[in-house]
């Protein structure tokens, strides 16, 4: 019968795994933002949907998912506001100004959708999202952040 040993081999690895980039260094506000624009997207895709159906049940996915991305944007203001305060941001007004007006305008599209029939949607229901749409595109195309991106990480 033949015996085998086996010796004990230790396996080092001479790479750090330590991060550049600290926990609770990134905004909150970054990490909820893309909730409401995912919402009111969706919302624009159903409008477009009902556009070209007409069948009911698309005009109250829009509703519901633009009442759901104005819910979120409510976190992403709250973290924003943290984020703020807390002194390591500074905030970047070009694109905090974008998201508020596309927030205002899912406002005013909501209502619009409340009301009865086609006309919730078409003409004006379907232009209100795709005007929310195209500013929040073009709001966070840079990133998700409301924020300077100079300040994120740095130092007192």
């Given at each position: ?8 081999t230790?396996?080092r690895?001479?790479v750090?795994?330590?991060s550049p980039?600290?926990a609770?260094?990134h ?5 909820v ?7 009111f997207?969706?919302a624009?895709?159903t409008d477009l949907?009902y556009?070209?159906s007409?069948?009911?049940?698309w005009?109250?996915?829009?509703v519901w998912?633009?009442v759901a991305?104005l819910?979120?944007?409510i976190?992403?203001?709250l973290?924003?506001?943290?984020d703020l ?6 905030p ?14 899912s406002?005013?599209n ?5 009301r009865?029939?086609?006309t919730?949607?078409?003409p ?6 795709g005007l929310v749409?195209v ?6 195309s ?8 100079r300040?994120?990480?740095a130092?007192?």
């Open positions: 019968m033949q015996q085998s040993t086996m010796t004990e230790t396996l690895s001479n750090s795994f330590s980039v600290k609770g260094r905004p909150l506000h970054e990490m933002t893309p909730f409401p624009f995912a919402y997207t969706a624009f895709v949907a556009w070209q007409a069948n009911v049940m005009e109250r996915f829009s998912l633009i991305g819910i979120a944007a976190f992403v203001a973290a924003a506001i943290i305060a807390s002194g390591r941001q500074k970047g007004w070009a694109h905090a100004l974008a998201y508020i007006f596309a927030v205002l305008l406002l005013i909501v209502l619009v959708h409340s009865d029939g086609y919730a949607v078409a004006t229901g379907l232009t209100l999202s749409f500013i929040l595109l073009a709001a966070t840079a990133g998700w952040a409301f924020t300077s991106p300040r994120v990480g130092d007192k």
